[in-house]
């Protein structure tokens, strides 16, 4: 009886207690293990100022687009439709990256920017294969002023993506300067846009 009192305590409670320790410690062990990983990983929140700039240049395109398109869906619905698209297209990019940064989404940002460009020069120049007039269409003011906002929206977006990895703080001292100065400009040329869109400059 005195030996199975002395061994109790021994055989169920400090191997127990052991055993929760060597938990606990391989618990810590593997928290510390994460978040030194997590450390040592690159941020993917760099050059955040100049997708917040490229996000100000894509919505000004946007605007217009979905200003322009109801003209364009009583003149060929195709057209119309396309406009509509590309807003909204337009609209997920620069929520995109801003939310959810990646390269695949900077440079497709970029590139959607580039191809919107290049459809347009196609159209100015030998015109468009399809739609209701055949030859170059004349260049208007809205059109002008979204071609600037996305040419702007690629550079940006390229500068950004080479930065994308950088493990640089924001700081508001350093980026309000190119922030103010692209939301003073967005804004100017979107509304500059819109007008001229109001008053049957056409896109």
């Given at each position: 009886?005195?030996n199975?009192?002395?061994?109790?305590?021994?055989?169920?409670?400090?191997?127990?207690?052991?055993?929760?320790?060597?938990?606990?410690a391989?618990?810590?062990?593997?928290?510390?293990?994460?978040?030194?990983?997590?450390?040592?990983?690159?941020?993917?929140r760099?050059?955040?100022?100049?997708?917040?700039?490229?996000?100000?240049?894509l919505?000004?395109?946007?605007?217009?687009?979905?200003?322009?398109?109801?003209?364009?869906?009583?003149?060929?619905?195709?057209?119309?439709?396309?406009?509509?698209?590309?807003g909204?297209?337009?609209?997920?990019?620069?929520c995109?990256?801003?939310?959810?940064?990646?390269?695949?989404?900077?440079?497709?940002?970029?590139?959607?920017s580039?191809?919107?460009i290049?459809?347009?020069?196609?159209?100015?120049?030998?015109?468009?294969?399809?739609?209701?007039?055949?030859?170059?269409?004349?260049?208007?003011?809205?059109?002008?002023?979204?071609?600037?906002?996305?040419?702007?929206?690629?550079?940006?977006?390229?500068?950004?993506?080479?930065?994308?990895?950088?493990?640089?703080?924001?700081?508001?001292?350093?980026?309000?300067?190119?922030?103010?100065?692209?939301?003073?400009i967005?804004?100017?040329?979107?509304?500059?846009?819109?007008?001229?869109?109001?008053?049957?400059?056409?896109?």
């Amino acid at each position: 009886m005195t030996n199975l009192s002395r061994r109790t305590p021994t055989s169920f409670g400090v191997p127990e207690l052991a055993e929760g320790s060597q938990l606990d410690a391989g618990h810590a062990l593997q928290a510390a293990d994460g978040s030194s990983q997590s450390r040592s990983e690159p941020s993917r929140r760099g050059g955040l100022v100049l997708r917040c700039c490229a996000a100000m240049f894509l919505l000004g395109p946007a605007a217009i687009h979905f200003a322009a398109a109801p003209e364009h869906l009583i003149e060929y619905l195709p057209f119309g439709l396309s406009f509509y698209l590309l807003g909204a297209a337009q609209v997920a990019v620069a929520c995109g990256i801003l939310v959810r940064p990646s390269s695949p989404m900077l440079l497709g940002g970029a590139g959607l920017s580039l191809l919107v460009i290049g459809v347009w020069l196609l159209s100015r120049t030998v015109g468009m294969p399809v739609g209701p007039v055949p030859g170059a269409e004349a260049v208007g003011l809205p059109d002008l002023l979204s071609s600037l906002m996305e040419w702007t929206t690629a550079v940006l977006l390229l500068v950004a993506d080479i930065r994308l990895d950088a493990a640089k703080r924001f700081r508001i001292g350093s980026g309000a300067p190119g922030l103010t100065a692209s939301a003073v400009i967005s804004i100017a040329m979107t509304v500059l846009g819109l007008a001229a869109v109001t008053a049957g400059a056409g896109h």
